[in-house]
């Protein structure tokens, strides 16, 4: 198995904010309101689908411990920022699966194909402004976003000769961002993603991504969760469909200032 699970610091590049600790809210508000969260993680993701041909339908379903074996690399991080009631995130997911000959059935093997490689990248920037929330100890975050999604397969045959196909397809999208402080201590928040979108160059695509937050200090702190990502997409003349989900647990460390 050759596989390297590593995160990527990312800086927050717009304005906001929404899982930003309490303590270090506390302790920002003398440095001119701005707090901020620098959260690498992993996604335990898997894959479950259908595409659809000219009215054929082909099914797939991929857990997390069949995809292991396939990853190449992964890096996923979560940028947050605050000023005052302003907020947003960046939030961005790489991983690469790659199979090679052992890995094909039968029938893609005697296709003669030697290596195929799956690059994904998600990226999400949002910017809104946070509201006060309709229960005590809670706050809402409202934003629009920005939503790209970016595939590159490329296959390889046993003559080493290569194609390769790149399709990004970018989606505004609304996402909504609860908090709700737990404890007494507000160290312990259920902060949880919402989003929904579509009619860019996706038919439809949402996600829920439920979490907890727990910050050790004021400036440590974990994330523990779970996400599942949603997309539905058209091809170009109607006649293809993609219906795809990637869910899994997810799981970091959060650096807050």
């Known amino acids: 198995m050759?596989?390297?699970?590593?995160?990527?610091?990312?800086?927050?590049l717009v304005v906001g904010s929404t899982g930003v600790s309490a303590q270090a809210a506390t302790a920002a508000a003398g440095a001119g309101d701005w707090q901020f969260e620098v959260t690498p993680y992993v996604w335990a993701m898997g894959l479950d689908g259908n595409i659809s041909v000219n009215n054929k339908d082909?099914?797939?379903?991929?857990?997390f411990s069949d995809l292991v074996d396939q990853v190449d690399w992964a890096a996923s991080?979560?940028?947050?920022?605050?000023?005052?009631?302003?907020?947003?995130?960046v939030q961005a997911d790489y991983f690469t699966l790659k199979y090679n000959n052992d890995d094909f059935d039968q029938p893609l093997a005697q296709e003669r194909l030697e290596e195929v490689t799956l690059d994904q990248t998600f990226v999400t920037i949002a910017a809104g402004y946070q509201f006060p929330g309709f229960v005590?100890?809670?706050?809402i975050d409202v934003m629009l976003a920005a939503r790209v999604n970016n595939m590159k397969l490329e296959v390889k045959n046993l003559a080493n000769r290569s194609e390769d196909e790149t399709k990004?397809?970018?989606?505004?999208?609304?996402?909504?961002?609860?908090?709700?402080?737990?404890?007494?201590?507000?160290?312990?928040?259920?902060?949880?993603?919402?989003?929904?979108?579509?009619?860019?160059?996706?038919?439809?695509?949402?996600?829920?991504?439920p979490q907890f937050q727990y910050d050790f200090t004021e400036?440590?702190?974990a994330r523990l969760g779970y996400r599942r990502l949603y997309y539905k997409i058209e091809g170009d003349r109607g006649d293809t469909q993609l219906k795809i989900t990637y869910d899994g647990l997810i799981a970091g460390v959060s650096f807050l200032f």
């Open 168 to 209: 990004t397809y970018w989606d505004p999208a609304l996402v909504v961002r609860p908090t709700f402080i737990l404890t007494k201590d507000k160290k312990l928040r259920f902060n949880p993603t919402l989003s929904i979108g579509g009619g860019g160059d996706s038919e439809l695509l949402y996600e829920l991504q």
């Open 136 to 139: 005590a100890n809670s706050w």
């Open 2 to 12: 050759r596989t390297k699970w590593f995160a990527a610091v990312l800086t927050a």
């Open 77 to 89: 991080v979560l940028g947050v920022a605050q000023y005052q009631k302003y907020v947003g995130f």
């Open 58 to 63: 082909a099914n797939f379903d991929r857990s």
């Open 219 to 221: 400036t440590i702190g």
